[in-house]
Each structure stands twice: as structure tokens, then as C-alpha cells.
């Protein structure tokens, strides 16, 4: 069946000509139609903005945070060998991944510790990286210097995390203990013995994301060597790639065939596989909480159909009785369900979208207005005590700020999966018309 007959009729049932005009009504807004239709497109554009929003959102955070885990911890991916190994043999395996090409290859010694600053005290975990891994621009980019130098040039030197460094009350120049584990001869069996080093910090470092500051210490490779025995320290080559979110099979295919058997390639959702799986559940929660509130709003659509039918059954009535077919019939209510959904979809698909792209302005601007209000209260009350600020994007938990990104492909789907919803909603109301006898209308109106 043409679309041209069925828009037409869709009109007239609507009570709207093709002009704009209504036949005695001065504004379209108040055809019989409307009164209906109207609050179905609004209830489905108010129910696509925060879809739209919380899947920009959770996106951004998801990809910020996981970000900074891959440039400045996990890495893009880990070669981790099978035996333990020294420092020489680490620094050669780095040599080797180096030589690869697309391959950036840094060797790093793993432990924990406890770490003591006057009378504070703090458990630690110390990353004794190679230099490279500080200049390296991935790292850079999310590993920001809040004091100090970002240089490691000697073995008594260490880089403390900005949280870690607030809780022991470290600044720069400050003396730092590090009380480590070792295992005396490197065996399982062998004796347990705790090691003391003593370390100056050269700087403090920020990675944007507490959980990180508040736990990492970085040394140097050498003096990693000497703090942790190979026996209770872990060590890996942290391998970066120019594409860290695509494709990462051929890259672990070309790091296996450089390196001997004993090594395993491991990706970074293999490495960190708990942390990224929580981040994808909670991403999915969230959205099927979202997708609900589309649901509610296409039983709305059909609500709205089925009040149409009623009122517009005496147009249905006539257009049967000159030959319309009940397949006709439905197909003018299913085109007016897909255009309720189209119309709520693209209009809060637009409000969503530049509401997200500008969201960290307007958690800024939020935040400005609760503690203006706040300030505004206890100055009326005559509260002694000043209300510390609020932070609806605290960065001592979250990120600092979240990245924005429209994905079109992910609008395309929402746009696809609203209209699929109004097409079933659309269905019993669509069926419903067609199944309008006539000639009892006619008697009863």
C-alpha cells in the first residue's frame, strides 16, 4: 500500500488538512487529534532525554576512567613472565618488545608496602617503572604533576600519589619510609625479612582519580630492584599501542612471537577484567532503568491511539464505507504511532544531546547554585559554622571532569529501538479500528 493515501487519511482522521488548517478549529493545536497526540510526544521526548543523557554520560566516565587505568596502570597490554626474573632479564625482554614495530615497551617491578611519614602511616603500593614510562605522551596525558619535578634520577627518590601524599602529610623534599616484605633467598620456603628504604619526595602526581592517587608510589626501576626481592615483587613489560580501544589480537600476536614461551600477553579488559566488567554492568543497569521509562512512554502512545480510535470512529465508519479496506485502516494508525514516536524520539534526542554535551557546565552551574543557597541559609539562620562546598562531581571520588562524546551509531540505535516500541505499541489500538463495524457506528452516532 502507497504512503500517500494512508499520510492523507492519517490527516483526516487527525482532524488536520494539508493546508495547516482545521475544518472549524482556527489552529492546529487544537484539532480533536492533538489533544491526545500531544502529551504522547511529550511523554516520549521526556523519556529519551535522560536515556540520552545517562548513555553520554556513562560512556564518558567509563571511557575516562578507563583511560587512565590502561595509559598509567594496567597498560594496553602485559607480557608477564612465567619465571622469575632480574632486572637484566626484565630490562632485555623490554629491549626486545621495543624492536617491534607499533610497540612501546616499558619494564616495571610491582610490590606493597607500608609507608611512614612522621607519625602517619599508609599502605602503598610501589610501581618501580623505567623513565621512559614518564615521558612517555599516554602517560602525560593523564599522569599530571601537582608539585615537584616528574623526573626520577636517582634510587632514593619517589613520586607519591596526591591522595597518598595528603594522608601522610608528605610534601616535597620530605622524608618518606618504605617498609617492604623479602624473602630471603627468593624461595617459598625462605624466611620472611622486612626491608626499610628510605626515600626523598622529588614530586607529587595525579591521575585524576582518587582510588589511584590514594594507593600509588612510583620509584625508580633500580631502586625497585633493591626494595623488593623477586620473591615478593611482581614483574611485567607494560606494552602500549597507537590504538588502545581497537583490535588488540595482532598486537598480542606480535609481542608472543618476539618474546620466549614462558611469556603470556595478556589485553587490558583481560588484565583488569573485574574492574571493567563492573563498569559495563552498571552501565547496563542504568540504561535498562532508562529503557523502562520508553516502555512506559509507548504504552502511553497506545493509550493515546486508543482515545483517537473513539473519538475519530465515525471517520473510520466512513472511510470503510467507501472501501476501506481494515487493512488500510490499521496501517493509518500504525503510521500515526511511528510519527508520535518519531516526532518524541528526534526532539528529545536533540535536547538530550546538547544537554550532555554541555553537562559538566551544568553540573558547574548546579553546584554554584546549591552552595549559593546553602551560603544564603546559614546566613539567615545565624549558623556559626560555614557549610563546606558541595561537589555533585566530587573529584576526590570521581572524575575531575567527564568526557563528552556523541556516538551517532548509539543515537541511531535509540532512535531505532523508540520507534520499534511505538510500531508494537500501535498494534492493538491499529487492530482495534480495523475491527469497527460500520453500520453500528452509524446507528449509534
Not at 112 to 132: L, N
Amino acid at each position: 500500500m502507497k504512503a500517500g493515501p494512508v499520510l492523507f487519511f492519517a490527516r483526516r482522521i487527525l482532524g488536520l488538512r494539508v493546508g495547516g488548517s482545521t475544518r472549524g478549529v482556527a489552529k492546529p493545536e487544537e484539532a480533536p487529534g492533538w489533544k491526545y497526540l500531544r502529551g504522547a510526544i511529550l511523554g516520549v521526548a521526556l523519556s529519551i532525554v535522560p536515556l540520552v543523557i545517562v548513555l553520554v554520560v556513562a560512556d564518558g566516565m567509563i571511557q575516562g576512567i578507563t583511560a587512565r587505568y590502561i595509559e598509567v596502570g594496567t597498560y594496553h597490554l602485559q607480557a608477564q613472565p612465567g619465571v622469575v626474573l632480574d632486572l637484566k632479564a626484565l630490562e632485555a625482554a623490554a629491549s626486545i618488545l621495543r624492536a617491534v614495530p607499533g610497540l612501546s615497551a616499558f619494564p616495571e617491578f610491582q610490590g606493597y608496602g607500608v609507608a611512614i611519614s612522621g607519625s602517619r602511616t599508609a599502605g602503598v603500593a610501589v610501581r618501580a617503572v623505567d623513565p621512559s614510562f614518564l615521558a612517555d605522551s599516554g602517560t602525560a596525558a593523564y599522569l599530571s604533576l601537582k608539585a615537584g619535578e616528574l623526573r626520577l634520577d636517582s634510587t632514593n627518590q619517589i613520586l607519591l600519589g596526591e591522595s597518598l601524599a595528603k594522608e601522610l602529610g608528605a610534601g616535597i623534599g620530605d622524608t618518606v619510609s618504605v617498609v617492604s616484605s623479602r624473602l630471603d633467598g627468593g624461595g617459598a620456603a625462605s624466611p620472611f625479612s622486612p626491608k626499610v628504604s628510605v626515600f626523598r619526595v622529588r614530586g607529587v602526581v595525579s591521575a585524576g582519580y582518587r582510588e589511584l592517587d590514594a594507593l600509588w608510589a612510583f620509584v625508580s626501576l633500580r631502586a625497585g630492584a633493591k626494595v623488593f626481592s623477586s620473591g615478593s615483587s611482581r614483574a611485567l613489560v607494560g606494552i602500549k599501542v597507537e590504538k588502545p580501544f581497537g583490535d588488540l589480537e595482532v598486537a598480542r600476536s606480535l609481542a608472543r612471537a618476539a618474546l620466549s614461551p614462558e611469556w603470556t600477553v595478556v589485553t587490558w579488559p583481560e588484565a583488569e577484567r573485574n574492574v571493567y566488567k563492573s563498569f559495563s554492568t552498571t552501565r547496563a543497569l542504568l540504561l535498562l532503568v532508562m529503557a523502562l521509562a520508553v516502555a512506559v512512554a509507548a504504552i502511553n502512545v497506545s493509550s493515546a491511539l486508543v482515545m483517537l480510535v473513539l473519538e475519530r470512529r465515525r471517520d473510520i465508519a466512513i472511510l470503510k464505507s467507501a472501501g476501506a479496506s481494515p487493512a488500510f485502516i490499521s496501517n493509518v494508525f500504525v503510521f500515526t504511532g511511528l510519527a508520535i514516536g518519531g516526532t518524541g524520539t528526534l526532539i528529545g534526542i536533540g535536547i538530550g544531546s546538547m544537554l550532555a554535551w554541555r553537562i559538566n557546565d551544568l553540573i558547574a552551574l548546579l553546584e554554584r547554585l546549591v552552595n549559593g543557597a546553602s551560603r544564603a541559609w546559614a546566613s539567615i539562620s545565624g549558623s556559626a559554622q560555614p557549610r563546606a562546598a558541595i561537589h555533585l562531581l566530587d573529584p576526590a571520588y570521581y572524575l575531575e571532569r567527564i568526557p563528552v562524546r556523541l556516538h551517532i551509531g548509539e543515537l541511531a540505535a535509540v532512535l531505532a529501538a523508540s520507534l520499534a516500541l511505538c510500531f508494537l505499541a500501535s498494534q492493538l489500538p491499529a487492530r482495534r479500528a480495523a475491527r469497527l463495524p460500520p453500520l453500528d457506528i452509524f446507528r449509534k452516532t
